[in-house]
């Protein structure tokens, strides 16, 4: 399995990618291994994330959000808190 996952990040930024493990993945932002972003943008909780059977649908999905307007993102999250 393959995740899509947002990230808020404390200084209200949002950050996008695709991990196998999504628990794992946010741990590693937390401590300065994962995306260059999160290193200068503190994660602060997980907003967002979405479950795909391969790596392929996860990067494409992933993309597409990154194209995303901040506000279509939120809207993104809102509907996901929402389910």
């Known amino acids: 399995m393959y995740y899509v996952y947002i990230i808020r990040c404390y200084d209200h930024s949002l950050y996008t990618g695709y991990t ?17 972003y999160t290193r200068s943008h503190p994660p602060k909780e997980i907003v967002y994330y ?21 506000q279509q993102k939120e809207m993104l999250i809102l509907d996901f808190k929402n389910e």
Do not use: P
Not at 21 to 35: D, W, Y
Not at 51 to 68: D, G, N
């Open 20 to 36: 196998t493990n999504v628990e794992r993945r946010f741990l590693q932002h937390t401590q300065g291994t994962g995306a260059k």
């Open 50 to 70: 979405r479950k795909f059977q391969t790596k392929s649908e996860a990067c494409k999905e992933e993309a597409r959000i990154k194209k995303l307007s901040k």
